[in-house]
């Protein structure tokens, strides 16, 4: 083989790969509130979920949750994450951080999907 075959292979196997790593990811979030609201913690009429994490400045850029179907499941889907990247993050209650924990333990159900 040539140089040039040698390097243009390599190039492209590169591009590939970097190309890959680059792939746009979208993450379903969603919390179930029932709990919360059974307790008296959390008024579905008046109050909202949010999510602050490492991606939305932890909550300097509002990102609100809805509930469209009244099923007390809040969720969102957010895009523009990268596969296998490392993002933290937790539901807050009216866009505060309060004494109160966020919720519970057994209430915190949010999980990922990719």
């Not at 579905?44 to 490492?54: C, S």
Request: hydrophobic share 40%; charged share 20%; no cysteine.
């Amino acid at each position: 083989m040539s140089k040039k075959t040698i390097l243009l292979l390599v190039l492209s196997s590169l591009l590939l790969m970097f190309g890959l790593k680059a792939q746009d990811a979208s993450i379903f979030f969603n919390v179930d509130m029932s709990y919360q609201i059974s307790l008296g913690n959390f008024d579905p009429n008046t109050e909202f979920v949010d999510l602050a994490g490492t991606f939305n400045g932890w909550g300097s850029n509002l990102t609100v949750l809805s509930d469209d179907d009244q099923d007390y499941i809040y969720d969102i889907e957010l895009s523009g994450f990268y596969i296998s990247q490392t993002i933290e993050f937790k539901f807050r209650q009216n866009g505060a951080w309060t004494d109160r924990k966020s919720f519970r333990e057994e209430a915190q159900t949010g999980f990922i999907q990719y």
